[in-house]
Nanobody, 116 residues
Framework: QVQVVESGGGLVQPGGSLRLSCAVSGRNFISSLMGWFRQAPGQERDLIAD????????YYRGYVQGRFIISRDNAKNMVYLQLNSLEPEDTAVYYC?????????WGQGTQVTVSS
């Protein structure tokens, strides 16, 4: 059974940084394209970044490009998202999943709140 657990969120001031982690178990992780998503209150859950199995190919949504960095450690079955220069608009619950998305892989997410 696949389990996805996100962690690392918290309350941070504008301009601050956080590093999110996603632990994946029970799946052949190394071959998976992995993505980070976020969902703000009252909004859709959107893909904001993804990374291929090798870690060499990445994609970023325009509004996080240059501020967020996605990475992975296949030996540890981990995916990371470094959040820099955070803005109040980045407040959301952050999730990871494979791509294509597997609905039964959604974890609880990790809350990121950006506020002074």
């Amino acid at each position: 059974q696949v389990q996805v657990v996100e962690s690392g969120g918290g309350l941070v001031q504008p301009g601050g940084s956080l590093r999110l982690s996603c632990a994946v178990s029970g799946r052949n992780f190394i071959s998976s394209l992995m993505g980070w998503f976020r969902q703000a209150p009252g909004q859709e859950r959107d893909l904001i970044a993804d990374i291929d199995w090798s870690g060499r190919s990445t994609y970023y949504r325009g509004y996080v490009q240059g501020r967020f960095i996605i990475s992975r450690d296949n030996a540890k079955n981990m995916v990371y998202l470094q959040l820099n220069s955070l803005e109040p608009e980045d407040t959301a619950v952050y999730y990871c999943n494979t791509l294509p998305v597997q609905p039964n892989y959604w974890g609880q997410g990790t809350q990121v709140t950006v506020s002074s």
